[in-house]
């Protein structure tokens, strides 16, 4: 199925909204002891209660744990692109001060890591988790030691306002969709290869290196925090960042560009680093220069010169392993092997069967998404789900004295299908009435010709009405001419639907 996003952001959406609820009723039964808590913080802490800036992450699917877990992975993905300096002690001394900038972090409990890049451009990034780059060129360009702490604070920055899985959740949510985005965990080959179905290369991809001017903004005003409460002179970032962005002058800039690409340079840049600055506590006698640093500096001088900056890998340049088709007919994808494993959501309010050798692709609270090997293909920067099934609640509209409220709530539900995916008509003498368990299932079957494809495609919709008002959908996705091979599968799937109560 094509347009799979608005689908999925219609009909899951209502059970995201109760399931926040019910987490917003948990905090406000907590809210009292946060109110003492805070006031003891904030007796205990007068002297730094300043109104610094607070800097909440914005939207993200993924949780912190999975920043870590994602970041480790793609660490390893970066590491192998990347010409790493080797240096015992330029690799100390930047993991010691990155380690020291991260304890004043929002989150000093990631995993940091800091590493040195044998790379003369100025630059640096930072992979979510913790995961800190740091160019030799950037070492070299600052004149002292709080401006290097300002470059790596920085970093830290984008790292705890989790800025790479922030673009990543956006960019990805009109591809799959709030329920699929929501649940999206590790698959067998961990995230490398779950993001790689999605068509994204997971090390130095673009989501985690280029940053918007809005994030930019956020990642200064939290390392001028934390360059501050370590002891240094913040304003020593806005004067490094002012020396980039002049250019050439003293000749030791000329790598500059490569940070402005990735860190493009918010409006107002050092007038609201100092107007950070005034809201906090800033050391008596702040930090500038130290001894180690000097020392790095003669001692990076006296090692071979870093090779000539290498042009950015182009992101999302890799191909996925499915994005070979360019339209047509559907890949070889294998029909199911008749066995079975058994999936159940976070919340355990149902359990379902599906196909053994496919692979749980993204699952939540409320739904999931099973897809065989080569079921989703990437055709014009979309992700089209050629083989797959999907489970999710939705809310249907009740409608006071209605006879048939499942055959109602069916029909909103395929009108919202077929709104987003126009090529689909619905064979109303196709649809059939079945026993699970129970349970009246409704059967619906939608087909057409996918446009992107080129070929006819037929989806199950089967529903069954849970609770007051939800409907419970399996969405059976395959290709007509092949749909009999994957029939047993799907029906044997439907079936197995169980509610847990
Ligand atoms: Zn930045």
Redesign the pocket.
Known sequence: MAHVETKAAVIRAPLLCTLKEVTMRKANRLRPYLVLFLTAWFCLSTASSEARTKVKPGFNFFSAQQDIEMGREAAQEAEKQLNLLNDPSAVNYVNQLGKKLAAKSMNPNYPWTFKVVNDSAINAFALPGGFIYVNRGALEAADNEAQISGVIA?EIG?VVARHGTNQMSKALLPQLGLAALGGLTAGKGGWTATLAQLGIPLGLNMYFLK?SRAA?AQ?DLLGTQEMTDAGYDPSQLAHFFEKLEQGGSGGKVSGAASWFSD?PSPENRVASIDKEISTLSVAKNPVVDTPDFDHLRSHLKSLPPAPKPKPAPAAGSKDTPADTASGGASPAVAVPSGKYASYSPQENLYVVEYPADWEVMSADGSGATFVPKGGIQQINQQNDIVYGIQVSFSQGEVVAGQKDPLGGMTSQLIASILQGNSYLQENRAAQQKINVGGRQVLLSRLEGKSPLRNEIEVVWVATQLYGEGQLFTVLCIAPQIRFKDFEPAFKHTIESVRFRN
């Open positions: 920085h984008h940053n930019e990642a860190h």
